[in-house]
């Protein structure tokens, strides 16, 4: 056992869920793409023509890109769950271009990412939007309905 040890060194895996629980939810998703668009929204409002003044400045910007660097991979992961655990073949029948839309989303998180941009992050959110649509569709529920019936597990 400890030559195994030796030679089979130990890493962590995360997962979603291993049992598979059947609970899959795009609201992480869009909770997280909000706060992107809402720290990109601040940043581009700071005013910083008259130079640092005070050191809580470049802290107070470090922090709005910290969060909004977070939540953009945020957005990504929850994605990918999504993406890679809850749509199957038959989606893509009824959703072709399910992938595509995916792919796009996780590129606009990464853009977020790496620049400050409301109108990266705003096309973020109605991406995350889209998806939402087509994953509440796909269980029979309207995503618009505020007063929609959800039943997780199904």
């Not at 609970?23 to 720290?39: E, H, N």
């Not at 910290?66 to 809850?86: C, F, G, P």
């Not at 509440?136 to 199904?154: H, I, L, M, Q, T």
Request: proline share 5%; hydrophobic share 40%; charged share 25%.
């Amino acid at each position: 056992m400890k030559f195994l040890k030796s030679i089979l060194k130990p890493v962590n895996v995360y997962a979603h869920c291993d049992i598979p629980c059947g609970i899959y939810d795009p609201i992480s998703a869009k909770i997280a793409a909000q706060t992107v668009l809402k720290m990109a929204v601040r940043l581009e409002a700071l005013d910083l023509s008259g130079g640092v003044t005070k050191v809580e400045q470049p802290n107070g910007v470090a922090r709005l890109i910290r969060v909004k660097e977070d939540h953009a991979e945020i957005v990504r992961n929850e994605l990918d769950i999504l993406w890679h655990d809850y749509f199957k073949p038959e989606h893509l029948e009824k959703y072709p271009d399910l992938h595509e839309v995916f792919w796009n989303a996780a590129k606009l998180a990464s853009t977020c990412k790496q620049t400050v941009s409301s109108e990266s992050a705003t096309d973020l959110v109605n991406s995350v939007d889209k998806i939402a649509t087509i994953f509440w569709e796909s269980k029979g529920v309207s995503y618009s309905d505020p007063n929609a019936e959800v039943r997780f597990g199904s």
